[in-house]
């Protein structure tokens, strides 16, 4: 770190813009070559014996709060180059690891009576119990320091003739803030608290934790497979913990264990527990008995939990999508047919609207989700729009002229048809019992399976419906490419914020993304507008085949990691992001209003 302290020493006291350290000019002498005259360089990566850290301006509102990515080399750690399957889980434990040592540094910092940017403070994303692909934590391949410190920033690269090539790192971002006028605390913090804390987290690093996280994946992964490969849809391990303690995404102490019912119980990999079957499922129970929550562990199931959630074996298909009603969306050009028959002065099978109603947002919503390629829709009927989710017999026999095909009438033929299994929950509507390949109870949080008492139930009431004709389930649309801009009409200039009331704002749009029920983190809500904004400046077609640019930019994003997304030049926006699916990029794209959405397959 000792060009890093002349730089800061170099500069005025009451600097703001910190303009040195962010250029990182070097004079370079190479004893190997002697005629060769010292030229200058720049590198803002500064390093402490074989630790980078690379210090980058996050964007031009904030020059004391610069982006640091520290790079620590695997082998000082301990770790094997990592295997693609448990890359995640295993750069997911070492941020959380690393965030003790920076609560640490920030327990030092803190006076209550004084802002951070007085204090100064270092900022770490702190995730919940998800793991998830992040920019804040990743392994990728980093030059070696190949030169010893002289004076200032002089610098004489080495002249031992061995190799130096790029070592596989653990890389970690954060941001600091420096405090304002204070250079010589800004030079403890970055060249000496800072280094000394990675120091400390490289000689407490714990590898066996470590390796019980990269097996906990493993199984994970395997359990994912196999229900990609199995006739179920969603797996809950015995001994779960599914309530969560008020307030947090953490446990609930003292909550009683998952217990699978007998009948269900099923053993995957060793892992013992509730095997829930593709087809259309009902949860239900009275109030306060956890028939939601065992909803939410299902849609939790989606991305894999880290050791301590209590949820880490409960895992679902990856591409369930979780439905409600969503009054005031926009749609654009949606077949909503095989829910909506008819409406006054519209066409159902190719509906637009820039304010659905309750039963036309969901109707939508299950036809964009079915259309993204989801096999597994989660459904709440407290979210849901009643008269779209039943009718029951005496309203179907008094209104006779109905243009709602009730979800009851459609949820199997979507599984026989589509392969769209259904999860739902039901308190108060016994039209779905007869419809349920599986009926469950919760009942003080215990899960019972009553679906032989229900069928009995059904039988005695005579509750078997008259379906409706078969559906066209078929969705062809195509995206053109005029007002598909993240640059406001008529302005030279990008526009990208995302508002913390749940909108993302780009070019003339203002995007409602507070229905979209599976995005867990805030940062991937920043990481959907960057990848809107990607998707739209990198296009040069006026038929924009969406779904090809869309699997296109994973593959990117998967080959290179998420920071390309990133831009300095939207400073509302933060510096971390957290990668969502594809199913939430999509849903992002249909709730755009003014984009040229037409219905026919018309790209070539």
Not at 252 to 279: H, N, Q, W, Y
Not at 449 to 466: G, L, P, Q
């Given at each position: 770190m000792k060009r890093l302290k002349s730089k800061i020493l170099s500069m005025e006291p009451n600097t703001t813009t910190y303009k040195a350290i962010y250029e990182g000019s070097m004079t370079i002498v190479d004893p190997a070559h002697p005629s060769v005259k010292p030229y200058t360089d720049y590198s803002p990566t500064y390093y402490n014996d074989n630790v980078g850290f690379e210090i980058t301006t996050?964007?031009?509102?904030?020059?004391?709060?610069?982006?640091?990515?520290?790079?620590?080399?695997?082998?000082?750690?301990?770790?094997?180059?990592?295997?693609?399957?448990?890359?995640?889980?295993?750069?997911?434990?070492c941020l959380r690891a690393f965030k003790k040592y920076i609560d640490e540094l920030n327990a030092e910092l803190y006076n209550r009576s004084r802002p951070d940017n007085e204090n100064g403070k270092y900022y770490l994303c702190v995730p919940g119990g998800e793991i998830i692909k992040r920019n804040a934590v990743y392994f990728a391949l980093c030059p070696q320091k190949d030169y010893t410190n002289g004076s200032g920033s002089t610098v004489y690269l080495l002249?031992?003739?061995?190799?130096?090539?790029?070592?596989?790192?653990?890389?970690?971002?954060?941001?600091?803030?420096?405090?304002?006028?204070?250079?010589?605390?800004?030079?403890?913090?970055?060249?000496?608290?800072?280094?000394?804390?990675?120091?400390?987290?490289?000689?407490?690093?714990?590898?066996?934790?470590?390796?019980?996280?990269?097996?906990?994946?493993?199984?994970?992964?395997?359990?994912?497979?196999?229900?990609?490969?199995s006739n179920y849809c969603a797996f809950v391990a015995n001994g779960s913990i599914l309530p969560r303690?008020?307030?947090?995404?953490?446990?609930?102490?003292?909550?009683?264990?998952?217990?699978?019912?007998?009948?269900?119980?099923?053993?995957?990999?060793?892992?013992?527990?509730?095997?829930?079957?593709?087809?259309?499922?009902?949860?239900?129970?009275?109030?306060?008995?956890?028939?939601?929550?065992?909803?939410?562990?299902?849609?939790?199931?989606?991305?894999?939990?880290?050791?301590?959630?209590?949820?880490?074996?409960?895992?679902?298909?990856?591409?369930?999508?979780?439905?409600?009603?969503e009054d005031g969306r926009s749609v654009k050009h949606v077949n909503i047919s095989p829910f909506i028959k008819w409406l006054p002065g519209g066409n159902t099978s190719d509906f637009s609207t820039d304010h659905a109603s309750g039963s036309t947002s969901q109707a939508a919503n299950i036809m964009e989700a079915v259309d993204s390629g989801t096999r597994l829709l989660l459904i709440d009927e407290d979210r849901s729009a009643t008269n779209f989710m039943i009718r029951d017999r005496m309203m179907k026999e008094l209104i006779e002229k109905e243009p709602i095909t009730p979800f009851t009438d459609r949820a199997n033929e979507l599984h026989k048809t589509r392969d769209v299994s259904t999860i739902l929950v039901i308190g108060g509507s016994g039209e779905y019992l007869s419809v349920?390949?599986?009926?469950?109870?919760?009942?003080?949080?215990?899960?019972?399976?009553?679906?032989?008492?229900?069928?009995?139930?059904?039988?005695?009431?005579?509750?078997?419906?008259?379906?409706?004709?078969?559906?066209?389930?078929?969705?062809?649309?195509?995206?053109?490419?005029?007002?598909?801009?993240?640059?406001?009409?008529?302005?030279?200039?990008?526009?990208?914020?995302?508002?913390?009331?749940?909108?993302?704002?780009?070019?003339?749009?203002?995007?409602?993304?507070r229905g979209l029920h599976d995005i867990v983190s805030f940062h991937q809500l920043d990481t959907l507008g960057f990848m809107l904004r990607y998707l739209e400046i990198s296009n040069n077609d006026r038929k924009i085949d969406i779904e090809k640019k869309i699997n296109d930019l994973y593959a990117r994003i998967y080959e290179e990691g998420i920071d390309f997304l990133y831009s300095s030049f939207f400073t509302t926006c933060e510096r971390f992001l957290d990668l969502p699916r594809k199913q939430e990029l999509t849903a992002l794209i249909n709730r755009m209003r003014k984009i040229n959405m037409v219905k026919g397959d018309e790209i070539k």
């Open positions: 996050t964007h031009k509102l904030a020059q004391d709060k610069p982006t640091v990515v520290i790079s620590i080399p695997c082998e000082a750690l301990g770790i094997d180059i990592p295997d693609k399957s448990t890359e995640s889980a295993e750069a997911d434990f002249n031992d003739d061995k190799p130096r090539p790029p070592l596989m790192c653990l890389c970690i971002r954060i941001q600091v803030q420096f405090p304002l006028k204070k250079l010589r605390k800004t030079l403890q913090m970055m060249c000496r608290d800072l280094p000394d804390a990675v120091d400390r987290f490289i000689l407490n690093f714990d590898i066996d934790r470590l390796k019980k996280a990269t097996e906990l994946a493993k199984k994970q992964s395997s359990i994912r497979a196999w229900l990609k490969n303690a008020k307030g947090t995404d953490l446990p609930m102490l003292d909550a009683i264990p998952f217990r699978s019912t007998p009948d269900d119980e099923i053993e995957i990999f060793g892992v013992r527990g509730m095997g829930i079957k593709k087809g259309v499922t009902v949860i239900t129970g009275g109030g306060y008995s956890g028939k939601s929550t065992l909803l939410d562990t299902i849609s939790a199931g989606i991305y894999d939990h880290v050791l301590g959630d209590g949820r880490e074996l409960c895992i679902t298909d990856e591409s369930a999508v979780t439905i409600s009603a349920a390949d599986k009926i469950y109870m919760m009942e003080d949080y215990l899960i019972h399976d009553v679906t032989e008492k229900s069928k009995n139930i059904c039988n005695s009431y005579n509750m078997t419906a008259e379906l409706p004709t078969p559906a066209n389930w078929e969705q062809i649309r195509t995206l053109y490419s005029d007002r598909f801009s993240s640059y406001p009409e008529g302005s030279g200039t990008e526009k990208l914020e995302v508002s913390d009331m749940g909108f993302v704002i780009i070019g003339d749009e203002k995007i409602d993304v």
